[in-house]
């Protein structure tokens, strides 16, 4: 099988200082030179308004779609972690290249009653490896808001700060796990018991959390990447064969492919939106329109008119997947994140602490690993967001309802 071609994500930053004055207020701006990708960027305080309108021309040879990100200082530049969340207009994902691209910034809604002389606003445009979405840098709040979870392992809520990835947009299939697999049992590889399909573009199923692992650094390999996991702590012997309980300090967190973190995986599922019970805005309510899983009058937001396993994919024998990219995505470009397979995370399954995180890995050591996102056999409510598979993600073991999708640093 030849190498795959693989179009390498280009990362154009441009920063601006921002004086964000009283509401009647004007912002100052310093010219900056023009920059591959952004150019003529400009912006102003609404003359009377709390709202920053932020204008730029894009331009792009990029065929993926593009992601702009906007990331806000309150520090003069030394950290860009204030938790802007109100920008309307040409920012997030789906942005086209053009002239005169604006964004409106409700500045005093991201941070009431405050004015700055050290406001400084990143500008960044993401075009992310063929189909691979860009999750921005920046905080969310992670776990269960609602008192939906009877375990309690969804709490207490805890804000993290993750720095910006790339994720499959979908499910790993059936084809792409073949093709990889088979490059990779010829060069040095070797799998439990590799995965199950339904059909070419359904979900990969049934492969141990080792066979994940190994799959990614296969992956990167097949492509001429730095793999990201190890047998050790000296990063030196690419993890290829048996069962290895990689570390978190065995892995090249910023190389190759990779299972996402739990909270990246959370951060993710959420689309960019705060506060909503499943990936997607609108609604906070489920049906067989949107995803692929176990219908239950048991749970108030499970509003489907159709019950039980969904009735278009309920056909022959288990497991009932479905084609991946059947059902909307999220505000990040990524499907399934609730229901179809559930997907193996990278952390040891552990409890949640209060206080904020940066790029949290878990727990050291453990029995089990981290699932997310429900899946065609469970009930809705492992499609929430901040759900936890709370019944044992033994790493060596594979049920017809486990998958998985990987994640790719930025810049590579
Ligand atoms: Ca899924
Ligand atoms: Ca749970």
Redesign the pocket.
Same mark, same amino acid.
């Given at each position: 099988m030849p190498n795959q071609v693989i179009v390498v994500m280009k990362t154009y930053l441009r920063r601006r200082a921002v004086a964000l004055l009283a509401a009647l207020g004007l912002l100052a701006a310093t010219s900056l030179p023009a920059a591959e990708g952004i150019s003529n960027l400009r912006f102003s305080q609404r003359a009377g308004t709390n709202l920053v309108d932020i204008r730029y021309d894009l331009s792009t040879t990029a065929t993926n779609p593009l992601l702009v990100a906007v990331t806000v200082s309150t520090n003069g530049g030394n950290s860009y972690d204030l938790p802007a969340t109100h920008f309307t207009g040409d920012v997030g994902y789906g942005v086209t290249a053009g002239t005169n691209k604006w964004i409106v910034w409700e500045a005093l809604r991201d941070w009431p009653d405050r004015f700055s002389t050290n406001v400084f606003l990143h500008l960044t445009v993401f075009d992310g490896p063929p189909g691979m979405a860009l999750i921005p840098a920046g905080p969310f709040v992670m776990g269960d808001t609602f008192g939906d979870s009877y375990s309690g392992t969804e709490l207490p809520l805890h804000t993290n700060q993750i720095s910006a990835f790339c994720m499959d947009k979908w499910?790993i299939t059936k084809a792409l796990w073949d093709s990889v697999y088979t490059w990779a049992i010829t060069n040095g590889y070797s799998f439990e018991y590799g995965a199950q399909g339904k059909a070419a573009n359904h979900?990969a199923y049934s492969m141990t959390w080792y066979d994940a692992v190994k799959w990614c650094n296969a992956r990167s390999e097949q492509q001429g990447r730095t793999p990201a996991y190890y047998t050790s702590a000296a990063q030196t012997t690419v993890y290829r064969t048996g069962q290895v309980a990689v570390q978190n300090d065995w892995v090249k967190w910023s190389s190759g492919y990779r299972l996402p973190t739990e909270a990246e995986w959370e951060k993710a599922a959420r689309g960019g939106a705060s506060g909503q019970r499943f990936p997607w805005s609108g609604t906070n309510n489920i049906t067989h329109s949107m995803a692929n899983y176990y219908s239950s009058s048991s749970y108030a937001y499970d509003t489907s008119p159709t019950r039980g396993f969904h009735p278009t994919f309920a056909t022959g024998s288990y497991p009932y997947t479905s084609p991946v990219g059947y059902f909307a995505a999220n505000g990040y470009g990524l499907y399934?994140?609730? @229901?179809?397979?559930?997907?193996w995370c990278w952390d040891w399954y552990g409890s949640y602490s209060s206080g904020s995180q940066t790029d949290p890995r878990g727990p050291a050591s453990g029995s089990d690993r981290v699932f997310?996102?429900?899946?065609w056999y469970p009930d809705a409510i492992g499609c929430r967001a901040a759900d936890r598979y709370d019944y044992g993600g033994d790493p060596t073991y594979w049920y017809y309802y486990w @998958?998985f999708?990987s994640v790719l640093p930025p810049g590579q």
């Amino acid at each position: 099988m030849p190498n795959q071609v693989i179009v390498v994500m280009k990362t154009y930053l441009r920063r601006r200082a921002v004086a964000l004055l009283a509401a009647l207020g004007l912002l100052a701006a310093t010219s900056l030179p023009a920059a591959e990708g952004i150019s003529n960027l400009r912006f102003s305080q609404r003359a009377g308004t709390n709202l920053v309108d932020i204008r730029y021309d894009l331009s792009t040879t990029a065929t993926n779609p593009l992601l702009v990100a906007v990331t806000v200082s309150t520090n003069g530049g030394n950290s860009y972690d204030l938790p802007a969340t109100h920008f309307t207009g040409d920012v997030g994902y789906g942005v086209t290249a053009g002239t005169n691209k604006w964004i409106v910034w409700e500045a005093l809604r991201d941070w009431p009653d405050r004015f700055s002389t050290n406001v400084f606003l990143h500008l960044t445009v993401f075009d992310g490896p063929p189909g691979m979405a860009l999750i921005p840098a920046g905080p969310f709040v992670m776990g269960d808001t609602f008192g939906d979870s009877y375990s309690g392992t969804e709490l207490p809520l805890h804000t993290n700060q993750i720095s910006a990835f790339c994720m499959d947009k979908w499910e790993i299939t059936k084809a792409l796990w073949d093709s990889v697999y088979t490059w990779a049992i010829t060069n040095g590889y070797s799998f439990e018991y590799g995965a199950q399909g339904k059909a070419a573009n359904h979900p990969a199923y049934s492969m141990t959390w080792y066979d994940a692992v190994k799959w990614c650094n296969a992956r990167s390999e097949q492509q001429g990447r730095t793999p990201a996991y190890y047998t050790s702590a000296a990063q030196t012997t690419v993890y290829r064969t048996g069962q290895v309980a990689v570390q978190n300090d065995w892995v090249k967190w910023s190389s190759g492919y990779r299972l996402p973190t739990e909270a990246e995986w959370e951060k993710a599922a959420r689309g960019g939106a705060s506060g909503q019970r499943f990936p997607w805005s609108g609604t906070n309510n489920i049906t067989h329109s949107m995803a692929n899983y176990y219908s239950s009058s048991s749970y108030a937001y499970d509003t489907s008119p159709t019950r039980g396993f969904h009735p278009t994919f309920a056909t022959g024998s288990y497991p009932y997947t479905s084609p991946v990219g059947y059902f909307a995505a999220n505000g990040y470009g990524l499907y399934d994140m609730a @229901g179809n397979v559930w997907e193996w995370c990278w952390d040891w399954y552990g409890s949640y602490s209060s206080g904020s995180q940066t790029d949290p890995r878990g727990p050291a050591s453990g029995s089990d690993r981290v699932f997310r996102g429900g899946g065609w056999y469970p009930d809705a409510i492992g499609c929430r967001a901040a759900d936890r598979y709370d019944y044992g993600g033994d790493p060596t073991y594979w049920y017809y309802y486990w @998958g998985f999708r990987s994640v790719l640093p930025p810049g590579q």
